[in-house]
DNA sequence: AATGAATGAGTCTTCATTCAT
DNA sequence: TATGAATGAAGACTCATTCAT
């Protein structure tokens, strides 16, 4: 078996099985087996489970962060110091998120990472990916600021945070989701289905009006 | 020992445990040794690991259902035939859910439960779910379809998920959240801050237009 | 519920239970789950589960020993004094034996638990027995020795042993050999037909000659 | 420790434990701490305390079947075309049974199994073995056919099950029987000493006049 | 007299990891 | 460099029994 054929054959299917079942439920057995390695390998060649799932991550990282730095690089390149439209940010942020993986499974994997980072009590996620991809992140955002000045900067952090939420919500759990739609709706999504659907939801939502103030809300106003 | 209390100092520590390290990282040593009850009592009350998470849910599904129905009953009575606006819909729900973890504090704890539903491989919770607050939902999604006749059937089916993803998103990793926001704009926020600046941005989502048909995207079609 | 109703609830299901599964595979909790009883009930009632076994057991071998020692009763009557024939003997044990159970129609459960009895571990068991009908079986053996003169005692012991197993074996495994003698030979057979094939077969093997002596066997003697 | 020293451990010490215990009653821990053992290391190996067992019963069932045949093939070949008498039938099935287990507890091991495999409700045991060993049972009771041609197959067929009963349970429940017969005869016996009192006993069995036809059993016709 | 609750010891099995080769 | 074997810890679950009521 050729040298890092392993390496690769053990991520190929740790990255689907993480997919499918979730980390804690997918056991290196499980992914052994399947790839047909011998059941020290992981530990051989990547030190620990925690690392390979790190590994799993950072391939679809890594060449993530790149892209989308080039293609921001492209952006400002053609707006030329111009106000960017939320848009076209909004529409290269999930180019670049379905580029990437030629591997269809890791944008499952990936949210599913995101979403643990997030809601994991213990933080190291959270920071190992601040770290990561915290500069690409916080470019971001400032050109979403330039995009959207009427929006409160506060407002405009929890918006994009909502909207986060959309996302990794239906692409991390997007097995179950699909399960149910395919019951009443007979429809079979893609993945890109489903960012199709998500950008005018997305772009009415960092639009929408500003909320009354705190206090002032009257439950039945509407009528 | 009391009658149940053991029961139910079982289902606080479960709750607790399973929001903050997940199903498959809790084990029943962990919930047991904590909650200072034998181990084979787990077992004993509830059957097996699969059916204390089941009875952890229900233990907030039932009175919110409940609740739930009295509220569009009240609503249904109210509006008298007529339309229900889709902001009321969302206001009912929105204080139905709060009001009911509210007594016990731990809307947070719901949200991450209901963020695994989703996301963790826990088939069986899922359908346990559906077949226990399925009919609720329903009876809910055919109200915001009467209040959105415009939408196409799947497109608010998705909608509908994309706002669950937010909230359930925002809520459960309400922490994780906090401690970004407060470190960027020294502002503490509650839960109830972060309904009030959901409302527009829901509605607005809800109400936003539809996406263009499939295989027509142009990336730069905003311009 | 009854009083004793109970009592009898648990040791109907028991018998059946054991009989198809075995002592160690049966759970009180099948037991008295089955037996819609209080699970602990058993202990309750008999103390422990080896007293259960033993219960299940004495409920045949009472009736049995009583009938049996009227029999043989009635048999020394009638011979008064002379030696009764071996044939006798074999037929009021077989007679005796078919009567006991076909009260409750189990005669297959009480060969499969006196089956059990000697090849399980059970040691507690096996002394149960011997002290409960250890009366009788010695009184049956006595009028053997002296229906077979010729037999040393220890292959008289033996022999009578063989024949034990011949027919717990036949009886207690019995659905699994009219299954295989069904396919083999169309043939439905009922206990009475098996009764009366061992018949001529035991009555021989009790004649047979008496085995060469340890240490002259001769493996091509035959020749 | 050598390669698969843990294997050949495991196995004597389940053979041992199995033949004194019975399955249910041996525990894994019972085994591997006396082989001194992982605990772990019987599911390693072999997979499940079920596919122990059955290895246990392959290492005796596999070199047995191999032997048998080639004694029945050694038989035929010195018969050369004539019927072979019962009593070298039966001599050749003792000694094959009795040569295969070096380690002196097999046999009793293989015993139980035979019983098990007969007496237990559920058939998969059965069909196991008779997959496994069927087909050499086939071609002896085909010699058996020709040595004993008066008798009818259906009689034939039952004789041999009486006889498999009678040495199935005095060898799967020697321990009893030996324990009982000690205390009455001073006498210890061995394996090889019952097969030699069984010879005699088997023979004439097999050769014991046919059963009165079924309907015409007079009981007191030995008068 | 009878039972629901509880318990401690035990079951088999699976885990990620290590080690000798 | 790579792996089959082995391991200690932990997993969920079941057991017969006890106890307070």
């Known amino acids: 078996m050729a040298q890092s054929d392993t390496v690769t054959r053990i991520l190929d299917t740790a990255e689907v099985l993480f997919a499918e079942r979730g980390f804690a439920e997918t056991s290196l057995r499980n992914i052994t087996s399947k790839a047909k390695v011998n059941l020290a390998a992981v530990n051989y060649h990547f030190g620990s489970k925690k690392a390979l799932i790190q590994a799993v991550f950072s391939r679809y990282l890594d060449p993530f962060t790149q892209r989308f730095h080039a293609a921001l690089d492209e952006l400002e390149n053609r707006y030329n110091g111009q106000v960017i439209p939320l848009e076209e940010l909004l529409e290269t942020m999930a180019r670049t998120v379905l580029e990437v993986p030629a591997e269809r499974n890791s944008l499952k994997v990936f949210m599913r990472l995101l979403g643990l980072a997030y809601s994991q009590a213990q933080g190291h996620l ?98």
């Open 126 to 223: 959270r920071r190992h990916i601040q770290s990561e991809y915290g500069e690409a992140f916080t470019r971001f955002t400032e050109l979403v600021r330039q995009a959207t000045p009427e929006l409160p900067d506060a407002e405009r952090f929890w918006r994009l945070h909502f909207m986060l939420g959309t996302v990794i919500f239906t692409l991390s759990g997007l097995d179950a989701l699909r399960d149910i739609a395919a019951k009443d709706y007979q429809e079979q999504v893609t993945v890109k289905d489903l960012v199709r659907r998500m950008r005018p939801v997305v772009v009415a939502a960092m639009n929408a009006p500003l909320p009354e103030p705190a206090g002032e809300r009257h439950v039945h106003a509407a009528t």
